[in-house]
Each structure stands twice: as C-alpha cells, then as structure tokens.
C-alpha cells in the first residue's frame, strides 16, 4: 500500500527537489503541501509550490501556512536561495491558485480522514507542525510519524551548533521532540553525505523534462551559492532525504537518541542537543539518520525524477 504523506516545506532549491520526488515516487501518496516561513517569506514559499506543483503536473492542494515562527524574531536564507527562495531557472508564474484551507487545518482534516495512516514530513521550519501539535492534542496518536529535516549532532550552518530550520523556530522543534508521536530525523550530519556534484547537475539539465532540467538549473544556483558561503563543493540535498527515506529507507543507517532544543543559550539557542552517550539516563525520543549510501540515493534521485516527461 502506497504510503500516505503530506510534505511541509518552505520551497527552496532542496525543497523544490524533494516535491518533485514525492509526486512522482509509486511508493507514496501524496495528498498535499503545506507551506511555511524559512527559506524565504511564506508568500514566496507558496508560490514556489505552486509554481513546482504546476510545473510538475501534480494534482494536489497547496496549502498556505505560518508566516512566522512561534516566538522568535524571523530569519529568511536569501544567501543561500536568493530572494524569491528560488533562484536560478526564472520559471513562469503559476496560474493556479493556493487552497483556501490553511495548512494546519489541511494537516488535521487528513489525519482524521486518514488515522493511523499518514507521514507528515517536515522539511523546513516546524511552525506548522507544532501549531498543529498544540491545537490538536486529540489527534496526536492518530499520526503515523514525523520525518523532518533539521538539526545536527555535531555541527551547525546557521550557527556554530544550530541548524536553520531547528534556529528558524525553535520553540516549534520543541513541541515537535516532545510530541511524543514516532520522529525520524535527518540532521546534517546525514544529509551533507548526499551532496549532488555538478557532472551529475549538468546531467539533470540534459533531460527532457522541462521541471527536470530547470530543477538541474536551480541546483547549479544552489552548488554556486553553497561553495560561496562554506567553500563546499557539491550541494547538499537535505530534504531529498526526507522522502528517500520513505522510499528506500536503508538507503542510510540510524541511531535512536534523547534530544532536546536548546531555548536559552546565548552562544547555543536553536542547537539540537543531542544525549550521544546517554549521559541523562532517559529514553531515546528521535530516531537520527547517521550514515547516507551517496551513491544509492543519487541513483534513486535519478530513477525518480526521470519519470517525468
């Protein structure tokens, strides 16, 4: 049975990728998108779904969500996205319009359709999710699992020690830690072992997918952006790995591990604070992605997005 998710996500050249995986994967069902504030402002980040979602031939609602973190002062990554937050393939403006519900009233009306059955999977800051957490404590263990993409054992991007999406909302991660619900969890300890190399860039630009080879153009931008700013060469696909993960999940190794977030600390606020050696005693509440097979998931990217014609 096809696996029922709705992917989160604040749309971003990464994103952008991992939309176009979940709507072509036969192994998953996607039965929306819900957008948040991260990469860049929420209006953006809407219209960047809507524009992959148009482009991609994919019939699913596009949901708008939080325009803001829950507490914080907001934080937008127009350095590494540019300030549409997608960057780099100057595709055409979508026609179609965003779904009149919001994204958390769309999150609660399939997990009632759908209990037991549904996969939120959370690749940008988790405003939406821990909104949704709060106003719906009901429906709690009528969710399947969360998968995100955020935070890090052993380093940071945004900070020394935090993680964008973690630091953009961090009261949201939180929530989402102490949910309770099962929680899988792609840190960039994982997901800098994906990077996309730009022989295997210009590859994707020579398909015959219009969405396809744009995307390949977008991740030029986003190879070009990301050596700028940490003199890494290849780029990173984060939250691909979210729903590779879904598809082939051995695709990686994991370790389950108590985290909390990191809420006062003047040098440390946002960092996934991770019990590595079990020093506190308490049980694992996350189940971390450690090792990524680079080449298996660079072969299942392709696999996927070569559907598209």
Same mark, same amino acid.
């Given at each position: ?118 996969? =939120? ?5 988790? #405003?939406?999710?821990?909104? *949704?957490? /709060?106003?719906?404590?009901? $429906? %709690? +263990? ?75 153009? =977008? ?5 070009? #952006?990301?050596?700028?700013? *940490?003199? /890494?060469?290849?780029?990173? $696909? %984060? +939250? ?70």
């Amino acid at each position: 049975m096809r696996r029922k998710i709705i992917l989160d996500c604040d749309p971003g050249h990464d994103d952008a990728v991992a939309i176009l995986l979940a709507g072509v994967a036969e192994e998953l069902e996607l039965l929306g998108i819900t957008t948040v504030a991260g990469n860049s402002y929420v209006k953006n980040t809407t219209k960047n779904a809507l524009i992959l979602v148009e482009n991609g031939n994919l019939n699913v609602p596009v949901c708008e969500g939080a325009s803001k973190p829950l507490l914080r002062e907001q934080i937008v990554a127009p350095d590494i996205h540019g300030e549409s937050g997608l960057e780099g393939a100057n595709l055409p403006d979508p026609t179609t319009e965003k779904d009149p519900r919001t994204a958390v009233e769309f999150i609660a009306e399939m997990i009632r359709k759908y209990e037991g059955e549904v996969t =939120l999977c959370a690749v940008g800051p988790l #405003t939406n999710i821990a909104i *949704f957490l /709060i106003n719906y404590p009901y $429906l %709690h +263990d009528k969710v399947k699992e969360i998968v995100i993409m955020g935070g890090g054992i052993a380093f940071g991007n945004t900070t020394p020690v935090a993680e964008f999406n973690i630091l953009a909302d961090p009261e949201a991660a939180q929530i989402v830690f102490d949910s309770k619900i099962p929680l899988t969890v792609f840190g960039l300890d994982a997901t800098h072992q994906t990077k996309i190399h730009m022989d295997e860039i210009k590859k994707m630009q020579s398909l015959s997918s219009f969405i396809v080879s744009k995307m390949g153009l =977008l991740l030029e931008f986003f190879h070009q #952006t990301y050596y700028h700013v *940490f003199k /890494i060469k290849g780029a990173p $696909l %984060h +939250d691909p790995c979210v729903i590779a993960y879904l598809i082939e999940p051995d695709i990686f190794e994991y370790k389950e591990y108590y985290c909390q977030i990191e809420l006062k600390g003047a040098l440390t606020y946002g960092q996934t604070v991770v019990d590595y050696w079990q020093n506190s005693n308490t049980p694992p509440n996350s189940k971390w992605a450690v090792k990524a097979d680079r080449e298996r998931f660079i072969k299942l990217l392709f696999s996927q997005l070569s559907k598209y014609k």
